[in-house]
Every structure is written in structure tokens, then in C-alpha cells.
């Protein structure tokens, strides 16, 4: 939850950040002013897009808690996977 929480305030702070410089920076000027502003631009909306997709991706990719197998379990396991195969292998070919 914690985690949750540190990225919705991340994500507001460089959305405000984004907001707040956008005017500010020089787009006009010097090579050097001209290239800070892209590579400033290009940095913030890198942190805007990590922060969103790893706010979208929460709560995929949990570790599902699984009890041991035992021996039959994984001999009829086995058999539907080499079922799984012959059955591909007949479509496709």
C-alpha cells in the first residue's frame, strides 16, 4: 500500500513539475539552452511514464502461493503437457 501511495505522489509531483516548467524552459536560444530543454522535457516524461505504467502494473505479477506436487500429481501433469504438444504439433503440421 505504501508503494501505492509513493507513486501517485511521484507521478503528481513531476506532472506538476511538467506543468510548472513547460513556459519556463527556452526553446529559443543557444544550441545548449535548446538541448537542455529537450533532454529536461524528454527526462520528465520518462518519469511520468515509469511512475503511470508501474501504477497500472500493480497487483499483476504476484506470486501465487502453491503447495508441493506430489508424485502422481506430477506424472498426470506431465501427461497433459506431452498431450498439449501432440495436439500442437497435429495442428500445425
Same mark, same amino acid.
Given at each position: ?6 507513486? @501517485? @505522489?511521484?507521478? @503528481? !509531483?513531476?506532472?506538476?513539475?511538467? +506543468? ?17 530543454? !529537450?533532454? +529536461? ?53
Amino acid at each position: 500500500m505504501a508503494l501505492k501511495y509513493r507513486l @501517485i @505522489i511521484s507521478f @503528481i !509531483v513531476a506532472l506538476w513539475l511538467l +506543468w510548472f516548467a513547460v513556459p519556463r524552459l527556452p526553446l529559443y536560444g543557444t544550441d545548449l539552452q535548446f538541448g537542455f530543454s !529537450v533532454l +529536461w522535457l524528454a527526462f520528465c516524461l520518462l518519469v511520468i511514464g515509469a511512475n503511470l505504467h508501474a501504477l497500472l502494473r500493480l497487483g499483476r505479477g504476484e506470486a501465487v502461493e502453491r503447495h508441493a506436487l506430489n508424485k502422481e500429481q506430477r506424472e498426470v501433469m506431465k501427461r497433459l503437457q506431452r498431450a498439449r504438444k501432440k495436439r500442437r504439433r497435429m495442428m500445425m503440421g
